[in-house]
């Protein structure tokens, strides 16, 4: 269900340019952020670059682009 929210300009500045740069609508952008933000302060100590390793992990299973992992 979609809601209509008040954000800054400014902001809505950096998720233009974001979101062309990852190829996502300006939506798609914000929600990434929120994504981000919300796992960043429910897991404060773990770095950012993890949080985003662990969202493409999730969003790999959910679109069972899944494979086994080999090692060595």
């Not at 902001?11 to 929600?31: C, M, V």
């Amino acid at each position: 269900m979609a809601t209509a929210i008040r954000i800054s300009e400014e902001l809505i500045g950096d998720a233009k340019k974001f979101s062309r740069i990852d190829h996502r609508s300006l939506t798609g952008q914000i929600e990434h952020w929120a994504r981000i933000g919300k796992c960043a302060e429910e897991n404060p100590d773990l770095p950012y670059t993890l949080i985003k390793e662990i969202l493409i992990g999730i969003e790999e299973l959910e679109q069972d682009a899944k494979s086994e992992y080999k090692f060595g």
